[in-house]
Every structure is written in structure tokens, then in C-alpha cells.
């Protein structure tokens, strides 16, 4: 696996079938073979913040 800041970490997880759909009404989206792990190995100083996420509208 390889994120932002780092690379070859051994990660297990499970692999599993996923739909969203947005809580406001709308058409789920679905995504196949998305990996499930207990946590990633970021940095939290560079996650988004409250801040950072509603400058967003999505």
C-alpha cells in the first residue's frame, strides 16, 4: 500500500463491495473491490480538518 507519506507498508485488511448514497436524497454510487483497514499510516497534521472540509460542497 502507498499513501501521501509513505510507501511499502504492510497493511491487512479486507476487500468488499461498497455503495454511498448521499443523505440528502440522489442515486447511490457503488465501488467494487474497496480495501477495509483499521487505520492508514498518515500523518494526522496533514488530514483535513472542519476547516478544510467545508470549504468543499461535495
Request: charged share 20%; net charge positive; proline share 5%.
Amino acid at each position: 500500500m502507498s499513501t501521501a507519506s509513505a510507501t511499502d507498508i504492510l497493511q491487512h485488511g479486507h476487500e468488499a463491495d461498497l455503495e454511498v448514497s448521499p443523505l440528502t436524497g440522489g442515486s447511490p454510487v457503488g465501488f467494487r473491490n474497496v480495501w477495509s483497514v483499521k487505520n492508514l499510516p498518515i500523518c494526522m497534521r496533514k488530514a483535513a480538518d472542519n476547516v478544510d472540509i467545508r470549504r468543499f460542497r461535495y
